[in-house]
Structure formats: C-alpha cells, structure tokens
T-cell receptor, first 111, second 120 residues
C-alpha cells in the first residue's frame, strides 16, 4: 500500500465549477500535511498547509480528518489557470525533512 | 532574490555512467533535500542535509550519494546509471530542519526547477 494515495484523475471540469480532491495516508504518525501544485514540467510549489481545524485560502479549502487519515482540497469557481497536478503531501516529525508525496491528481479546467 | 538553482537543466547519459547534479539553495537556507520524480509519479525523497550533515536518507541504493558544502550548496551523485534512473531530480531548500509543526515559513521547502536526467 502506498503511503499517500490519490486518485490520479484527470479531472476535466468547466470554468467556474467546484472540484474536490481526496487523499488518504497510511502512517498514523504523520503530523504535517500539505497540498502542492505542480505545473507541467515544472517544480512543485506549496499551495497550502492543511491544519486540523481546516483552513481556507481564497477559493481553496483544505480539510484534515486524522481519525480517517484523510485529506481533502476543494477548489471553488475553477479558473483556467488552476489546470495543474495537485500533490497531497505528508510529513512525520523527526530528525529529517522527509516529505512524502502522493502521485498527484491532474486537473484540467476548460472553457 | 534568486530561488533555488540547479544545474544542469537537462542531461543525457548512457547506462553505467556516473552523473553529478548540483544545487544552490536560497541564500540563508541551511537545509537541502533531494527528490527523484519519475514520470507520472510524485517526488520520492532521496536525501536531506542540514548544516553539512546527512539527516535523512530515503529508500535508494548505495549508488546514490550526496554531500553539502560549507556554503550550503549540494551535490547529488549517481553511479552505475540504470535506465530506471531516468527522472526529474529536484532539490529543495528550507531555512531550518523539519523537526516540528510546519506552519510557518521557517520550515517550508522551496523546490528548484530540477534536472531532467535521461539514461539511454
């Protein structure tokens, strides 16, 4: 079983739609959670951290359910510029900075 | 300010050869991590260095090695290249070491553009 699992997609949605991505993680010791965005042939960039209470950043809302080991990302009012791969990432507190990535979910927003 | 820089951007090698990839972190960052991203997959952790010491190693063979220099730049070396080593190699830097809750910019990892390695 992969440490972080995501639906690879692709998700094809029209502009203005609301889309949700889900992610599950296997290691209950995971303590930090993130969503990264990766454009085609570019490096990953931090989209947002995910906090236990849930958090929102403009059109983006992230939720964490520790009991179910489940993370979600909701994008409202999708824009063409949101087209990218969204990577679910977890890390475990320790002596090293190891980020564990999911395979990513590809989003394509169309006119 | 310059972000994380990596060189070269692209590289073509043949099986059995050796390769050295280079990374310069953001000025003031002391932590450098290396990741391998195979096409269609998420990045996989290879190494993490902090203050010139190895602080973490992923599940990669001994053909992979790295080091960090006094100016905090880093090199990733891969010996006896295999076809399966073809990937995007990403370097990430951060101010500090991820040893606690990551809720501030101190531990955020910033990725460089990567080196795309093709092994023929």
């Amino acid at each position: 079983r992969k440490e972080v699992e995501q639906d690879p997609g692709p998700f094809n949605v029209p502009e203005g739609a609301t889309v949700a991505f889900n992610c599950t993680y296997s290691n209950s010791a995971s303590q930090s959670f993130f969503w990264y965005r990766q454009d085609c042939r570019k490096e990953p960039k931090l989209l947002m951290s995910v906090y236990s209470s849930g958090n929102e950043d403009g059109r983006f809302t992230a939720q964490l359910n520790r009991a179910s080991q489940y993370i979600s990302l909701l994008i409202r009012d999708s824009k063409l510029s949101d087209s990218a791969t969204y990577l679910c990432v977890v890390s475990i507190t320790g002596t090293a900075s190891k980020l564990t990535f999911g395979t990513g979910t590809r989003l394509q927003v169309t006119l | 300010d310059a972000g994380v820089t990596q060189s070269p951007t692209h590289l073509i090698k043949t099986r059995g050869q050796h390769v050295t990839l280079r990374c310069s972190p953001i000025s003031g960052h002391k932590s450098v991590s290396w990741y391998q991203q195979v096409l269609g997959q998420g990045p996989q952790f290879i190494f993490q260095y902090y203050e010139k010491e190895e602080r973490g190693r992923g599940n990669f063979p001994d053909r992979f090695s790295a080091r960090q220099f006094p100016n905090y730049s880093s090199e990733l070396n891969v010996n006896a290249l295999l076809l399966g080593d073809s990937a995007l190699y990403l370097c990430a830097s951060s101010l500090g070491l991820l040893a606690g809750w990551v809720t501030d910019s101190y531990n955020e990892q910033f990725f460089g553009p990567g080196t795309r390695l093709t092994v023929l």
